[in-house]
């Protein structure tokens, strides 16, 4: 049911997000600095997986699947806020806001989706080390990479489906980039059933995919259980720098969901520094956990950095 406040013509959103920021030179910069990072470091991941063709292994693809979801996330939201901290530029037009929300959603979506499946592809190198090639060959991963991706398209298109057809009483965004939540508070209908569909829709595909991580997780120590030391340890190297990726991009998210089921206060600046480091934080950590952690990238990069020091 549409409120009573006088609807206006849009052309495009203030930013409102950082106005209360005390060092915004210094967010800025830090905000750039992981985002150069983020790019660079996965793109290395991309190139060296791409180059090398003893890395074309469906554990490989997943891994170069995560890094362009990465890349995707950073990318969707970073130059806006540089904009807003650095250069001042705090107004996104219309189209190009609705645009940014999608593609920003669409990679929160396939984040999730991504983890869970290299969660599952841990599980069958685990359970079934001799049959994983038979199991999950390149072309299935590629085929069920490409389904996830039109899948997550699918979920998020819900989101400029409801936003386009309403009409706007107020152009300041709370955030400092184009969120669902914070683009439809800009308009004059009643958000209570457009939030709730799209709460059900998060909630599902949350517990979704996080339960197939746990699921895949609990199966993993039950063969973990009943195997050697030296095949734990290395069940247990290969499945680290996964598990380290799951924290540092679900935690943030259950953060706000319990400290808000727990009704502890968050301010707007805390609820919104979450949710930046829920779309900068693993884009940046995730391609030095794989590229540490796995031995076949880490010693590839290594001889890269030997070439370079024997040139």
């Known amino acids: 049911m549409p409120s009573h406040n006088t609807s206006i013509e849009l052309t495009a959103f203030v930013l409102g997000g950082f106005e209360t920021t005390q060092r915004p030179f210094i967010v800025g910069v830090s905000i750039l600095f992981l985002f150069i990072v983020a790019v ?11 180059y090398d063709k003893k890395l074309h292994k469906p554990m490989f693809l997943l891994i170069s699947n995560l ?3 990465d890349i995707l996330c950073t990318t969707s939201i970073s130059p806006t806020m540089i904009g807003t901290l650095l250069a001042g530029v705090n107004t996104i037009s219309y189209v190009p806001c609705v645009v940014e929300m ?3 959603h669409v990679g929160g979506v396939m984040e999730m989706f991504a983890l869970a499946v290299m969660a599952f592809d841990r599980l069958i190198a685990v359970s079934c080390p001799f049959q994983y ?3 999950l060959t390149n072309l299935r991963t590629i085929l069920l990479v490409y ?8 979920f998020v298109a819900v989101m400029p489906a409801t936003v386009l057809p309403l009409s706007h009483c107020h152009t300041k965004l709370i955030y400092s980039f184009c969120d669902y939540a914070a683009i439809m508070r800009t308009t004059c209908a009643d958000l209570g059933y457009y939030f709730n569909m799209i709460t059900i829709i998060s909630f599902f595909l949350l517990f979704f995919t996080f339960s197939l991580i746990a699921l895949s997780y609990f199966f993993i120590a039950y063969f973990v259980k009943l195997s050697t030391s030296e095949e734990k340890r290395k069940m247990g190297s290969t499945c680290l720098s996964h598990l380290i990726v799951v924290v540092c991009f679900y935690l943030p998210m259950f953060m706000r969901i319990v400290l808000s089921r727990m009704g502890v206060p968050l301010t707007a600046e805390q609820r919104h520094g979450l949710t930046i480091w829920s779309h900068l934080g693993p884009p940046s950590v995730n391609p030095f956990v794989y590229s540490l952690r796995t031995k076949e990238i880490r010693q590839r990069v290594w001889s890269i950095f030997k070439r370079f020091d024997i040139s």
């Open 40 to 50: 660079l470091a996965n793109m290395v991941n991309i190139v060296i997986i791409a």
């Open 67 to 69: 890094a362009v979801v």
């Open 102 to 104: 999608y593609i920003m």
């Open 133 to 135: 090639h038979s199991y």
């Open 147 to 154: 389904m996830l991706w039109i899948a997550a398209c699918c």
